[in-house]
């Protein structure tokens, strides 16, 4: 059922302002958006404010298209109020006049969640809607839940839609189109050819003036938990059968994620970078880890024995994220020594990057093998589809593919739960730098895959098994 009206609470917030009105006029823009968009919060504003706010978040992102805007003007509403008052809910729904289906996203912090969706139900606004909930949901196994609960008091699952704004990257989804279309991957995509699979998320920046936030969060919850899981479901799942259909994508990569043993402590790596504790929200003395890396082992039929290396932190040496597969080596028979592995290397960010590693005999005139990359690059253009776009359309379109059904969710969280719990020791890391190098040992005497940039430099060839 397509929604004919959206009701944006937190819209005065910092993801409206960076995310959501870029993405909102570029709907526009595609003829995407052409219902009602009410945007509710309490900052004492004007429907002319929240205009001109609109107007302000275009010009730092991605500027202004004088007709777009104008026409994502008509379409804005204000309601101004407290989320605890049921006037604030009576005034939406009377803003959404003869809408019967609206979209209610919920870019507010969860602890509001519960107070919201009861004052949504009480109004009347829940009925024939579907809601959009943002990242992260939930704080561990139970919290997410609990969170489950709320939302299925007055909404049903298949009108739930959790955002992990990961699968909205094209570069994500291209993982499965590239998995699932080209015939030579499918035989050697299994534990006796791969030797390893690493994902990285890098990012050269600290947090940004989100200490506060991130002190509740951590690199586990912000990252591992959703963005890298999912990079590794698509990676690993096996082919829905037949079909592509929202369900049968959702149910391979829950699959994926019940074959994983529950995370321990000597399978992970927490760091912190120098001057975290001096950043404004964060305790003098805090814990949290700016860095995680993790060793996971998929106990499936094509999967078993093989290591998954996620890693991600803030304040490293590049921002840029990437999977290694790499594979075992040939036999040796031109020297002692086999040559590396070959390896298929995805860049997900800053540019698309499909490579694969191989071995060549290099143009001398003595026999020397060489390592070369088979690489295809793309730089995304400016009218491509940001995840925040292609997310807020599929939601208002009710096509649920690319968001995380409960059950992926709290496996997802089953996954890190002990070590949320358990806490260990946290390494201190030199920002711009490639984290602690206790996180070395998680790889079996195998070797970081530290991605090149900007370009397209050769990755280090490295042995593996
Ligand atoms: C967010 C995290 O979900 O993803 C941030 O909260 C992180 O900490 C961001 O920086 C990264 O997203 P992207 O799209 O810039 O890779």
Redesign the pocket.
């Known amino acids: 059922m397509k929604s004919d009206a959206l009701v944006f609470l937190g819209a005065t917030g910092d993801l409206a302002y960076k995310k959501v009105f870029p993405a909102l006029q570029s709907m526009v823009k595609r003829g995407h958006l052409t219902v009602p968009v009410i945007g509710v919060a309490k900052a004492g504003w004007s429907l002319e404010q929240f205009r001109q706010r609109a107007k302000d978040s275009l010009e730092k992102h991605g500027g202004v298209d004088a007709d777009a805007f104008g026409k994502l003007s008509g379409l804005l509403h204000y309601v101004d109020g407290d989320y605890e008052n049921p006037q604030t809910f009576a005034q939406v729904r009377k803003e959404l006049a003869d809408s019967k289906h609206p979209a209610h996203y919920l870019a507010i912090p969860p602890n509001l969640f519960g107070l919201v969706v009861q004052q949504l139900e009480n109004s009347g606004c829940a009925a024939g809607a579907k809601v959009i909930v943002e ?1 992260p949901f939930g704080r561990n196994q139970d919290t997410a839940r609990e969170l489950n609960k709320i939302l299925h008091a007055a909404f049903e699952e298949s009108d739930i839609f959790r955002i992990d ?2 699968l909205g ?1 094209l570069a994500v989804r291209n993982l499965l189109a590239f998995r699932f279309s080209n015939v030579v991957l499918e035989p050697v995509w299994n534990r006796n050819f791969v030797d390893s699979v690493q994902i990285t ?1 890098a ?1 050269d920046f600290g947090v940004q003036g989100r200490g506060a936030f991130y002190e509740e969060a951590g690199a586990i919850r ?2 591992l938990q959703n ?1 890298l899981m999912q990079v590794l479901a698509n990676l690993a799942m096996e082919p829905p059968p037949g079909t592509t259909d929202a369900e049968s994508v959702r149910d391979e990569k829950v699959k994926v994620l019940k074959a994983i043993r529950p995370l321990q402590e000597k399978d992970l790596v927490r760091g912190q970078f120098r001057g975290y504790r001096d950043e404004k929200g964060v305790a003098p003395d805090s814990k949290v880890e700016t860095f995680a890396a993790a060793r996971l082992f998929i106990n499936s039929w094509r999967w078993q024995g093989v290591p998954f290396y996620l890693r991600t932190g803030k304040n490293l040496a590049v921002t840029c ?1 990437e999977i290694m597969v790499r594979f075992r080596q040939v036999p040796a028979i031109y020297s002692d020594q086999p040559p590396p592995g070959n390896y298929f290397r995805f860049r997900l ?1 800053p540019e698309v990057t499909i490579a694969m590693g191989a071995i060549v005999r290099s143009s001398g005139e003595k026999l020397v093998l060489e390592p070369v990359e088979l690489l295809v690059s793309h730089e995304p253009t400016p009218d491509e589809l940001d ?1 925040y776009e292609m997310l807020l359309t599929d939601a208002m379109n009710g096509d649920p593919s690319r968001f995380a059904r409960m059950d992926y969710v709290d496996e997802a969280w089953r996954i890190v739960d002990p070590v949320l719990q358990s806490g260990g020791p946290v390494y201190e890391y030199d920002p711009h730098t490639w984290g602690p190098k206790e996180a070395d040992a998680l790889l079996d005497g195998r070797a970081w895959n530290n991605p090149a940039v900007p370009g397209h430099q050769l990755n280090q060839p490295v042995q593996t098994r």
């Open positions: 990242k704004h990961y990257k998320m990012e912000d990252v963005h994220t960010n995840p």
